[in-house]
């Protein structure tokens, strides 16, 4: 949670992403979900979505979900929620 915005990380091969942390589906945590490659795959029905942008590779979810610009400073991890 950042700022009352739910938020997951994704580490691709050394790279972070941050994502809504809410399904594009329903509204189940894409926290619960799994790496797979470039993607982070909702466990509940399989969505798949890009972690870089959001976007959804995959039935059923039809929207992408937000994903945050993030910078790395001195180990820390700032998100920009704008
Ligand atoms: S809640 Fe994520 S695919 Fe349905």
């Given at each position: 949670m950042?700022?009352?915005t739910?938020?997951?990380l994704a580490n691709v091969n050394g790279d972070i992403f941050a994502l809504e942390d809410?399904?594009?589906h329903e509204e189940y945590?894409?926290?619960d979900g799994e790496l797979e490659g470039e993607d982070l795959v909702c466990i509940y029905h399989g969505a798949r979505f890009e972690c870089a942008t959001g976007r959804n590779k995959s039935l059923?979810?039809?929207r992408p979900?937000?994903?945050f610009a993030v910078q790395i400073q001195n180990d820390e991890i700032y998100i920009?929620?704008?």
């Open positions: 950042v700022e009352g739910p938020v997951v809410e399904c594009s945590p894409l926290s059923p979810a039809i979900v937000k994903s920009d929620l704008s």
